[in-house]
């Protein structure tokens, strides 16, 4: 069985920064990172290929956030800059279908 390892989570101030980890049991090819706000569905938030450090993001955080690994670590990573209130939500990466327990990301003044 497959375990994923998150941290990172926190408040933050709009504007503020944030980086998300991930670290898997076992190797793996692709990495995604979902939220889900309080009252709505999951939602697809950023992927990484981890041979080749292809990336896709939702539009709505496409310039702030950046999805990256360092396969040494066998770690992934969101990096998410200039929060706003509506990235508040639980944070959890995925890999074959396998969940992590979800950090919490609340962007608040």
């Known amino acids: 069985q497959v375990q994923l390892v998150e941290s990172g989570g926190g408040l933050v101030q709009p504007g503020g920064s944030l980086k998300l980890s991930c670290a898997p049991s076992v190797r793996t090819f692709t990495m995604n990172w979902y939220r889900q706000a309080p009252g709505k569905e999951r939602e697809f938030v950023a992927l990484?290929?981890?041979?080749?450090?292809?990336?896709t993001y939702t539009d709505s955080v496409k310039g702030r956030f950046t999805i990256s690994r360092d396969n040494a670590k066998n770690t992934v990573y969101l990096q998410m800059n200039s929060l706003k209130p509506e990235d508040t939500a639980i944070y959890y990466c995925d890999t074959k279908g396998y969940w992590g327990q979800g950090t919490q990301v609340t962007v608040s003044s």
């Open positions: 990484i290929r981890l041979s080749t450090g292809y990336t």
